[in-house]
């Protein structure tokens, strides 16, 4: 599907989505134009593997799960906190005032729950 769909409209798409700032936004558009097409195609993909619906699926790393309350990105909100209830090794958050990548609306939080999960 990535591969067919015009990359400056999923750049604005996936901006929109994940970010409730313009600054964010900007970060975002401008970060995934640097990654390329065929590596956010690949990251994607990584994505859709991990978050499968199979009830047998685990993560073969302890996994922290972090959802942005205002994530409108396809299914995420039903996907992502179906996971920790199917694989004890994934740990969830949700992440207030934020949105799909919720490090550029929440970086304090965000930070927290990472030093938690890392054990810092």
Known sequence: MIAVYPWRTMLRQSARV???T???RRYLTEALDRTGK???AQIMSFGA???RPDPDYRMP???LA???DHDRAGRIREQITAWPRRDPSVRFALVPVAGH???LDAPGF????LGGFLGW
């Open 101 to 103: 990548i919720a490090n």
């Open 38 to 40: 065929r590596r956010f």
């Open 18 to 20: 994940s970010s409730l």
């Open 49 to 51: 593997e991990a978050l």
């Open 61 to 63: 790393v302890p996994t």
């Open 66 to 68: 972090l959802l942005g």
């Open 22 to 24: 313009d600054e964010g």
């Open 110 to 113: 965000v930070n927290e729950q």
